[in-house]
């Protein structure tokens, strides 16, 4: 889990503008910011699994996945998208490897 310094607050993004950027698993909203390191959010909806374990689950893998690349984006907060096509990735090695595949 990534700590809360690098975690960006959705309801900040509301009145943005923002890059999207779109792939068959994820959606990246991208907003700039002024800040030395990048920040994550991560959206889920019921739609990907209606058990709020399971989308923890998807959640967590997405954050631990994403750990790496906070020194590279500095300057932008980026909101991942989750679509329900991910559901049918099994392993969280498989959901690591789209999501860096697509960012």
């Known amino acids: 889990m990534l ?3 690098y ?7 509301s009145s943005q503008k923002a890059t ?4 068959p698993y994820f959606t990246f909203k991208i907003f700039s910011s002024g800040l030395t390191h990048g920040r994550f959010a ?5 739609k990907v699994s209606p058990l709020a374990t399971q989308r923890n689950r998807i959640r967590r893998i997405i954050f631990n996945g994403v750990q ?3 020194p590279s984006r500095a300057g932008s907060d ?4 989750v679509s329900p096509a991910v559901s049918a ?10 999501l860096l595949k697509a960012i």
């Open 78 to 81: 980026t909101q991942i998208i």
């Open 89 to 98: 990735l099994i392993s969280k090695d498989a959901i690591i490897e789209e």
């Open 68 to 70: 790496p690349l906070i």
């Open 20 to 23: 999207v950027k779109r792939s």
């Open 3 to 5: 700590p809360k310094k």
């Open 42 to 46: 991560v959206t889920i909806s019921k």
């Open 7 to 13: 975690r960006f607050p959705i309801q900040d993004a």
